[in-house]
Structure formats: structure tokens, C-alpha cells
């Protein structure tokens, strides 16, 4: 796969499987950059994209942009709303279905005998479904714990299997690990199949960094 910057000529060869850190030591090409990715991100436009076999991927469905530690959160309704919808087809394929049907009845029976007993008119909808069932146990993703290496593996393994993202690319991230905290990262990265691509200023002091992209304050690059 490629990254492409087009308005300013950057284009980085990566794949799935390895971390690739993309390094513009120019404040203005750096700025460029993330806000291309940005703008990729939010479908506003598309300066910056990714080729696969020389087209263009979908870069809102298949990249995750992590800009700071506090953003690997499953906080966020795409997330939610798909969950659920996994937890919605679990139960129909499995035998607790009937279940939920006879729980379901159960409460519209209560709540008609409610209606029957209370001296207002009162009315309701009787089309209880198990979806809305669902949603009022409030159902949710535990939020990853630990340090930035152990909360990113755990949000790239549950990012990758249930939104479907590929290519992980973190912004300014690099300095929240260390060379073995990094050994950890790539083995993760190489067993899930995913490509992380780390954006910074400058660099970093890693040692075996592995694949790297760098230009420098001139617009050379390293």
C-alpha cells in the first residue's frame, strides 16, 4: 500500500503487518499532512490518501486517526450503534432468542396490567422490539486500560474486528513508548494484520524503528 500527499509529493510505501513512522520535520508539510489526514477522515476531502493495488481505498471506513492518548475510547455512536447490532445478530442466531421473546411478552403483559389499573388513560406501544429491549441495560465497551501500548493493542484488536479498520495511523503517539513497549506493539500489528503508521516532527529515539519515511526542515528526503 501507499500514502499519498499529493500537494506536496509525499508518497510511503507500507503494509499490513508492520508500523511504518512517517517523520516531517517542516512545521508547515507536518501541519499539511495531518490535515490532510484529517479531511480524509471526515470525507471533506481527500489531499491525503491511501492507494491498494493502485486504488483508492475507503480511508473513513478502513483507517482509524488517533491524534492523543485520550482518543482510544469506544465513546463514540458508529461504535455503539455497531456493537449493539452484533449483539442483536448474536441473539438471533443463538437459542437465548426465545428467551428474550418470552421476556419481551412479559413485560407488555405487566404494563397492559398496569394500564388496566390506573385510573388515567394512558396508552403505549405494544411493538416491543428486543433492540430496544437491549438499550436499556445501557450495554457498552469497557473503556482499554493500562499504559498507551497496552490500551492501543486492545483498541486495535476490538477496532479491527468490529468496525473493520485496517490501518491504524497515530498522530504525535510515538513518545508514549518505549523500545519494548514498541516490541509489543509489532508483535500485535503482525498478528492482527494491520498497518500502524506513526506522524511526528521529529525523531524519535527508538532503537530498530523499523520501516521509516523522513523529510527533513529543507523538504529532503532521509
Not at 480524509?40 to 491498494?52: A, G, M, N, Q
Not at 447490532?85 to 421476556?103: A, G, H, K, M, W
Amino acid at each position: 500500500m501507499k500514502i499519498i500527499h499529493c500537494e506536496h509529493n509525499i508518497e510511503v510505501d507500507f503494509n499490513c503487518g508492520e508500523i511504518c513512522s512517517i517523520i516531517i520535520e517542516n512545521p508547515r508539510i507536518l501541519d499539511s499532512f495531518v490535515l490532510g489526514l484529517y479531511n480524509s477522515t471526515i470525507r471533506k476531502e481527500d489531499k491525503v490518501y491511501i492507494l491498494d493495488n493502485f486504488e483508492k481505498i475507503k480511508f473513513a471506513k478502513l483507517v482509524d486517526l488517533v491524534f492523543s492518548p485520550l482518543e482510544l475510547t469506544y465513546e463514540k455512536k458508529d461504535i455503539q450503534k455497531k456493537l449493539l447490532q452484533n449483539i442483536l445478530e448474536e441473539i438471533t442466531e443463538s437459542d437465548i432468542s426465545y428467551r428474550f421473546s418470552e421476556i419481551c411478552s412479559s413485560f407488555l403483559e405487566n404494563i397492559y396490567e398496569v394500564k388496566i389499573n390506573s385510573e388515567y388513560e394512558i396508552d403505549f406501544d405494544e411493538n416491543l422490539e428486543m433492540q430496544k429491549l437491549i438499550k436499556c441495560f445501557d450495554i457498552h465497551l469497557k473503556e482499554p486500560m493500562g499504559s498507551f501500548v497496552e490500551r492501543i493493542v486492545e483498541y486495535i484488536s476490538v477496532m479491527s474486528k468490529l468496525m473493520g479498520k485496517q490501518i491504524f495511523i497515530l498522530v504525535g503517539c510515538a513518545h508514549y513508548i518505549d523500545n519494548d513497549e514498541y516490541k509489543l506493539l509489532q508483535k500485535h500489528v503482525v498478528h492482527e494484520n494491520v498497518a500502524v503508521l506513526t506522524v511526528e516532527g521529529r525523531q524519535n529515539t527508538l532503537k530498530n524503528p523499523g520501516n521509516q519515511y523522513i523529510m527533513d526542515v529543507d523538504l529532503c528526503e532521509i
